[in-house]
């Protein structure tokens, strides 16, 4: 059984939405993240989320567009994404940590213990 399960990925034409969704089947965490990595290019920060109070970080390129959110009792985050772009194509990874505390740092990947497979994201024009 898969830790970090992601879903919800698939292929949109420019303005559209998509809601993605990651299970976390075992692992105790405080924070989940986002993070997304088209072809030929370096793994980037989307969204993190503290999962106690809820406090997010966004990347700019984000903003205003997408919305993370958390179930506790699911023991999953959420990555609404809407008025989406063709830049925004690429593989959509889950991220989680043990680390117990929120920072401004949380986008960062390396702090980050477990991810998911990933799931496809893509934009036509």
């Known amino acids: 059984l898969e830790k970090l399960v992601e879903s919800g990925g698939g292929s949109v034409q420019t303005g559209g939405s998509l809601r993605l969704s990651c299970k976390n089947n075992g692992y105790t965490v405080y924070k989940m993240a986002w993070f997304r990595q088209a072809p030929g290019k370096d793994r980037e920060a989307v969204a993190s989320?503290?999962?106690?109070?809820?406090?997010?970080l966004y990347a700019d390129s984000v903003k205003g567009r997408f919305a993370i959110s958390r179930d506790n009792a699911q023991a999953s985050a959420f990555l609404q994404m809407d008025n989406l772009k063709p830049e925004d194509s690429g593989v959509y990874y889950c991220?989680?940590?043990?680390?117990?505390?929120?920072?401004?740092?949380?986008?960062?990947?390396?702090?980050?213990?477990?991810w998911g497979q990933g799931t496809q994201v893509t934009v036509s024009a």
């Open positions: 991220g989680a940590t043990r680390d117990p505390q929120f920072a401004s740092s949380d986008l960062l990947a390396e702090k980050y213990d477990f």
């Open positions: 989320i503290h999962m106690p109070t809820g406090r997010m």
